[in-house]
C-alpha cells in the first residue's frame, strides 16, 4: 500500500500548525535572520543619537523622565550611554573597582518595545539576592500604595509607559539619596573594598 504525504497544515484546537519537520526548519531560519540583523544594529553611543533613535512617543516619554532626573540627581554624577541605556554614574576614569569592570551607574533609563525602565540602583547582595540602601524599595512600595498606583518593579528598576504612571515624589526621593561620594563610599563597604 503506498503512503500518502499531506502538506496541509495541521489543524489543534482551532489553531492552523505546520508539521514538526517543517516547522523546526522555519523556526531555525527565523532566529538566523534575528541574528544577522542584530549583529548589524549598533546602539546609539551618545544620549542624543540614542534619543534621536527612539519613536516620537517613546522619546517624548523618555525626555521627560530624563529632565525628573536631572532636577533630583546630585551634583557629580555624569550622564552617559551603558547597557544600551542613558546612565547617571560614576565613569572608570573617577572610580575603576567595580565588580564587572563598568562604570558604576547609580540611575539608568531606557525604552523597550511595549514599556519604559527607570532604573534605581543600589548595590546588589548577592547573598540575599536584593538591592540595599541607597536603592529604598521600602519607600517606593509605601508611596506607590498610598497614591493607589501600581508599582511594577523589577530588581532595581520600575516599569512604566507613561511618567504619570509613577509615584514622582518618591522616585525624586530615591533618585536624589546619595551623593557620588556617599555612593562610592557604600558600594566599598558592601563590597568589602573600604
Same mark, same amino acid.
Given at each position: 500500500?503506498?503512503?500518502i504525504h /499531506?502538506?496541509?497544515?495541521i ?5 492552523? %500548525?505546520r ?8 523556526t531555525? #531560519? ?6 544577522? #540583523? *542584530? ?5 546609539p553611543?551618545?544620549?542624543?543619537a ?11 516619554v ?16 555624569a ?6 541605556v542613558i546612565?547617571?554614574?560614576i565613569?572608570?576614569?573617577e572610580? #575603576?573597582?567595580?565588580?564587572n ?7 539608568g533609563?531606557?525604552?523597550? *518595545? #511595549? ?9 546588589y +547582595? %548577592? ?5 540595599t540602601?541607597? /536603592?529604598s524599595?521600602?519607600?517606593l512600595? +509605601?508611596?506607590?500604595n498610598k497614591?493607589?498606583?501600581r508599582? +511594577?518593579m523589577g *530588581? ?12 514622582l ?8 539619596? %546619595?551623593t557620588p561620594?556617599?555612593?562610592i563610599a557604600?558600594y ?7
Amino acid at each position: 500500500m503506498t503512503q500518502i504525504h /499531506f502538506l496541509t497544515p495541521i489543524i489543534l484546537n482551532g489553531m492552523h %500548525s505546520r508539521p514538526p519537520e517543517h516547522s523546526h526548519t522555519r523556526t531555525k #531560519s527565523m532566529a538566523a535572520r534575528k541574528s544577522r #540583523s *542584530k549583529a548589524t544594529t549598533v546602539p546609539p553611543t551618545t544620549v542624543a543619537a540614542y534619543l534621536a533613535s527612539l519613536t516620537p512617543d517613546k522619546r517624548a516619554v523618555i525626555e521627560e523622565a530624563r529632565a525628573l532626573v536631572h532636577r533630583h540627581i546630585p551634583k557629580g554624577y555624569a550622564e552617559f550611554m551603558n547597557w544600551g541605556v542613558i546612565n547617571w554614574g560614576i565613569p572608570l576614569e573617577e572610580f #575603576s573597582n567595580t565588580h564587572n569592570g563598568q562604570p558604576l551607574c547609580y540611575v539608568g533609563l531606557g525604552a523597550k *518595545k #511595549s514599556y519604559n525602565s527607570l532604573y534605581l540602583m543600589g548595590v546588589y +547582595d %548577592s547573598s540575599n539576592g536584593k538591592y540595599t540602601t541607597p /536603592f529604598s524599595e521600602r519607600l517606593l512600595v +509605601d508611596a506607590f500604595n498610598k497614591a493607589g498606583k501600581r508599582l +511594577d518593579m523589577g *530588581k532595581c528598576c520600575l516599569h512604566f509607559k507613561e511618567l504619570d504612571d509613577l509615584e514622582l515624589t518618591a522616585v525624586a526621593t530615591v533618585i536624589a539619596m %546619595s551623593t557620588p561620594k556617599e555612593y562610592i563610599a557604600y558600594y566599598k563597604r558592601v563590597k568589602g573594598l573600604a
